[in-house]
């Protein structure tokens, strides 16, 4: 994305929750490459909906090589970045167990097995 600026809420978040060991010009350039090479959305990505909602303006960025990394995006500015291991992990939606189907009487089975003989066998 070009044209974004870098909050420095932004570079203190990335050092304080990515890379505690970079300095202040390594993480404003590490999020700059995020910028450069990520995709840019609209919607958040699965692990952080139930965290921050979509909202009109705030874009979401991600790069498939920080995968765990989501710059949020408000007016041109990178405001702050959120990391997975922030984001609680989703409940269960709503699968259950489901029990094996009845099992079905070997008569039934019987009657639908194919014996190898054609309706048109038949009428010949």
Partial sequence: MSGVEISSHAVERYVERVDRGA???EAALALRQILSLGRSRPV???WLRSYVPASVGLTF???SHR???CLLVRDGVVVTLITRAMCPARPDRHLTAVSAPP???AI???RWRWNGITEFDEAA
Avoid: C, F, K, L
Wanted: glycine share 0%; aromatic share 6%; net charge positive.
């Fill in 108 to 110: 039934d089975v019987a």
């Fill in 61 to 63: 960025v991600t790069w």
């Fill in 44 to 46: 958040p990505r699965h």
């Fill in 103 to 105: 099992r079905a009487a």
């Fill in 67 to 69: 995968p765990q990394i």
């Fill in 23 to 25: 300095s202040r010009r």
